[in-house]
């Protein structure tokens, strides 16, 4: 009778102090019996039981399912869907952008400079591309080139020849490459240009006019005929910038400098003489070719100066991504 007694006491106080408390409900399963202090957006403040004026708790309400307040009152948590964080580029690259390897280029001046030209680019890897320009140049093409440019060649002289320069182009874009690491123009950006060039020229009927005053005040007049070959031929560093436009075209403008050596070969060897001068020489040679229409050249020093501003037109490619 002792024992049931004291067995009927026990759970009479448990009772007692279940109904004074709180209970949590974890989204773990679990049942946390407790005393709620405070609940606000994000959190729930509570203390242990067998501790009431202990340390205070603090959870998240989006551990918790539910609460339950000793009074019976019952409040269930919203369930909180954390969203899931995709890496997104910050602008979608054109579809074939790394597939831009090659390039067929035209020159907008070449026929200022009596010639056409025609240009070649190929993307060896990244940054590094290979460039040849080759050209055909005719006095024809530019009548008014001779007045243009000091070339030697006279009203009445006619020319022709070619010229190709190959070279090795360092591009650089870094601020694109920053921002789409797997895409990349291997064409675009501002770039260095190192070039060798060859050009070949044939003119026919160069003159050469000599006026002399005689110890009699006559004045003699003399022209002189003739054709010239020359080559000329030289180191050069480009500096320029190459944009694409909607992967189809690109436009390329640059400016250089070299020096260049040359070799001439005159059909008259009197052409530079007159009769009077006693076989001396009475014009100097190397005053007369400088447009060698891949360059220009000063006839006396050899310095040369190059230009250009290209249009050219992309090359589809077939093939997997670089």
Do not use: W
């Amino acid at each position: 009778m002792m024992k049931r007694t004291v067995l009927l006491f026990f759970i009479f106080i448990s009772t007692i102090c279940s109904s004074q408390s709180d209970t949590l409900y974890l989204q773990s399963d679990k049942k946390l019996p407790c005393k709620i202090l405070e609940i606000d957006d994000l959190e729930i403040k509570y203390r242990s039981l067998s501790n009431t004026d202990g340390p205070l708790y603090i959870i998240g309400k989006s551990k918790v399912i539910k609460y339950t307040l000793s009074n019976g009152f019952t409040e269930f948590m919203p369930k909180v869907e954390t969203p899931i964080k995709t890496e997104q580029p910050l602008q979608q690259p054109p579809k074939q952008i790394s597939n831009i390897r090659q390039v067929i280029k035209f020159s907008l001046l070449s026929p200022v400079f009596s010639h056409v030209s025609l240009g070649y680019e190929y993307a060896i890897k990244k940054s590094i591309n290979l460039e040849v320009i080759a050209g055909y140049s005719n006095s024809h093409i530019n009548s008014d080139e001779i007045k243009l440019f000091r070339t030697g060649y006279n009203e009445g002289s006619s020319y022709h020849g070619m010229f190709i320069k190959p070279g090795i182009k360092f591009v650089f874009d870094d601020e694109y490459f920053e921002k789409f690491p797997k895409y990349k123009y291997t064409i675009q950006g501002n770039y260095i240009k190192l070039d060798f060039a060859v050009s070949y020229i044939n003119a026919k009927n160069m003159k050469a006019t000599y006026s002399i005053y005689t110890p009699s005040a006559a004045v003699v007049t003399q022209t002189n005929i003739t054709n010239l070959k020359t080559i000329a031929y030289g180191g050069f560093i480009n500096f320029g910038h190459q944009a694409v436009l909607k992967d189809v075209l690109t436009f390329d403008y640059y400016v250089g400098f070299g020096f260049t050596g040359k070799s001439e070969t005159y059909s008259n060897t009197d052409f530079f003489t007159s009769p009077y001068s006693q076989g001396v020489y009475t014009e100097n040679k190397n005053s007369y070719t400088s447009n060698y229409h891949g360059f220009l050249r000063i006839p006396t020093l050899g310095l040369s100066f190059t230009s250009g501003f290209n249009i050219g037109y992309i090359l589809p490619q077939k093939g997997k991504k670089s």
